[in-house]
């Protein structure tokens, strides 16, 4: 088969949600080689979650019977029509832009040499007939974004439990329910905007637990004037959550979910300021779902594993990679944008992939100063410089909402799971650092924690917290997660191809 | 019985028939394993060695918690796996 890819471009984008795809829109129509690569079957990142809209659509009805249109639209984020507008424009036949995905990037070597898991035809970057490549670019943009962390509690790993993003994908893009009865809880305000996608489209909704006080989150209000239409869209998502009187539980924290082979219950309980769970307050919830998140960290490992530096600062939602103003990292060639840089919304991944087109185009030679239009450019980039450092302050802000109190994570009850994987408990994590383990590395080594299939995307930062609240670690000490190449699971069959026949399927664990 | 999970009345792929652990499962094109599986009811889709009950959890392919056997392929993640008409799903709850 042809290969329909080349192995050498001027510029390859890693990620394709608004901070990669607005990169890669700056880029083109310049007359360079540009690829983006991504592993989502679906384009946009974890913003634009399209439905997906076939040419030859069984049904053609519009998108669902909202009973509030109104509400809709005065609180729709005008990034929605933007980024759907920026998706359509990269992925149009004669933009330029060479899209491979589902594509997992696995490593990044010396010389910009991209190592990816490619599987042309089977809808995943690991399927039937996944192979492995090899991409050279001269300049690379690591644009892949963020995830949730979690607060773990006692059956947090029973099915039916969910991450707020996981139900708000099943809902937004594939609009399917998470459940009939889908209780939201933690400290993100992604249980908000979820509540009102399940009402929107007929779902029920138990309870919403919020771990901050009423109190509290008043006291915040005024942080928020700054960024208005953050304040409006979260009235209208109060207004909707109100009207379908959603018992909305201020101050109460998550103790358990219960249930045998699926999540059947949840107990809330009152939180204390300091994270406790109060005795004695707990309430239980019929429930056959329940989605819970605590706020983003950045997704770091290609970065980390390319040997870019990391930063570590709350505001930015806590490991970050470090970047100039112009989002070069510090290893030579090596640019990174979006919320991989830290936490701050979609806009902030918008302007800095213009800022990162724009520094290429610079680097490249595409504008130099003894041009006419390099004053505009100067000025075009000194303004974007200024939008993105408005968006930085909305993303503290936002992280400072999301943050639970640090001793929380000191109080995680003995039995309860900390690191999916390997299925290691707080008791095993407790007595290690107890035990003077209170490096990642080493208590990676002592546990076996975050050694299991997430590579800690999952358990690292959850880890990283207990250290710090036990024992006082600043986490610059605890360090950051170390990540190697490859940065997600690599099939044997694929190393070793008499090992992967299909119609002979070897039923053993396929690990790194 | 399973309730209704899909959201009536919206644009969706074209139906196609999947089989899960052998029984037929009603899918829509352009949808994942995940969203399918969901949609019929479907939750407990692995086994801890020690035999906990595991479903998918993050929905964005960090988790590694939704590993099925996808054309006898195992260990492919449901939430980054789109559905294809015949494909074979088998769980290993
Ligand atoms: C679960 C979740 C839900 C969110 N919901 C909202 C919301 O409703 N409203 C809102 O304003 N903001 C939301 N956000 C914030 C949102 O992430 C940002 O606003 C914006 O999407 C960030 O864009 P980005 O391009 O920086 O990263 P992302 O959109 O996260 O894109 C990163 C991309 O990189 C890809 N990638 C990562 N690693 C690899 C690899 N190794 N190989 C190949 N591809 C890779 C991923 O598949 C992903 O598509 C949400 C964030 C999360 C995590
Ligand atoms: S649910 Fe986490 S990887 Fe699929």
């Known amino acids: ?512 | 019985m399973t309730p209704q999970l899909r959201i009536p009345s919206t644009a969706r792929g074209k139906q196609i028939t999947i089989t899960v652990n052998g029984i037929p499962v009603t899918a829509h094109e352009g949808e994942t394993v995940h969203a399918a599986l969901t949609a019929a009811g479907i939750y407990l889709l692995r086994q801890t060695l020690s035999g906990e009950a595991r479903g998918a959890f993050c929905g964005m392919g960090l988790c590694y918690e939704c590993l099925v056997t996808v054309n006898h392929i195992p260990d492919q993640r449901a939430c980054m796996t789109v559905v294809q008409d015949g494909m074979k799903i088998r769980t290993h709850g």
């Open chain 1, 1 to 512: 088969m042809a290969d329909p890819y080349r192995n050498t471009y001027h510029v390859a984008v890693i990620g394709a949600g608004i901070g990669g795809l607005s990169a890669a829109h700056t880029l083109a129509g310049h007359g360079f080689n540009i690829v983006l690569i991504d592993e989502n079957p679906h384009m946009g990142g974890q913003f634009l979650r399209r439905p997906f809209r076939p040419h030859n659509s069984d049904t053609g009805g519009t998108a669902s019977g909202s009973r509030s249109r109104l509400l809709d639209r005065i609180h729709q984020d005008p990034m929605v029509p933007a980024g759907t507008w920026l998706a359509e424009a990269v992925t149009a036949p004669g933009a330029g832009v060479d899209i491979l995905h589902p594509a997992q990037v696995l490593g990044i070597f010396p010389d910009r040499r991209i190592w990816i898991m490619a599987s042309p035809t089977a809808g995943t970057a690991a399927g039937q007939d996944a192979r492995l490549m090899e991409i050279k670019a001269e300049i690379l943009v690591l644009a892949t974004g963020a995830r949730e962390q979690y607060l773990p509690f006692k059956g947090w790993t029973l099915p039916g439990v969910m991450s707020l993003g996981a139900a708000q994908i099943l809902v937004k893009s594939h609009q399917v329910l998470p459940g009939a009865c889908t209780a939201i809880a933690g400290t993100s305000p992604l249980m908000m905007a979820l509540a009102n996608d399940l009402l929107k489209h007929r779902g029920h909704v138990a309870a919403l637990a919020d771990s901050h006080s009423m109190r509290w989150k008043m006291g915040q209000l005024p942080f928020f004037i700054r960024h208005f239409p953050k304040l409006i869209q979260g009235a209208c998502y109060a207004a909707r959550l109100f009207r379908h009187r959603i018992p909305v539980l201020h101050g109460h924290s998550v103790q358990e979910a219960q249930g045998q082979e699926r999540v059947s219950g949840a107990v809330f309980a009152r939180t204390g300021p300091d994270g406790c769970l109060l005795p004695g307050t707990d309430r239980f919830w019929k429930v056959d779902s329940l989605a819970v998140g605590h706020g983003f960290v950045p997704n770091i490992e290609l970065p980390v594993q390319a040997g870019c530096r990391v930063t570590y600062d709350p505001a930015l939602g806590g490991w970050a990679a470090a970047v100039t103003v112009n989002m070069e990292t510090s290893v030579n060639g090596i640019y990174a944008v979006g919320e991989t840089t830290g936490i701050g919304g979609a806009e902030q991944s918008w302007i800095q992939g213009k800022i990162t087109g724009m520094s290429i185009l610079e680097q490249l030679g595409c504008i130099h100063p003894l041009q006419s239009r390099w004053g505009r450019f100067v000025k075009t980039r000194h303004q974007l410089y200024h939008r993105a450092d408005e968006c930085r302050s909305y993303g503290a802000l936002l992280n400072r909402v999301c943050r639970v109190p640090a001793a929380a994570y000191g109080r995680i009850p003995d039995d309860t799971v900390i690191c999916r994987c390997e299925n290691i408990t707080m008791q095993t994590i407790k007595q290690a650092v107890q035990n003077g383990f209170t490096s990642w590395s080493s208590i990676k080594k002592a546990t076996r924690c975050g050694m299991g299939r997430c590579q800690a995307r999952i358990c690292g930062p959850i880890i990283q917290k207990i250290i710090q609240a036990l024992t006082g670690t600043e986490p610059q000490i605890i360090g950051p997660p170390v990540s190697r190449g490859p940065v997600k699971n690599l099939p044997v069959r694929l190393l070793i191809p008499s090992a992967g026949n299909p119609e002979n399927p070897p039923g053993q664990e396929k690990g790194q």
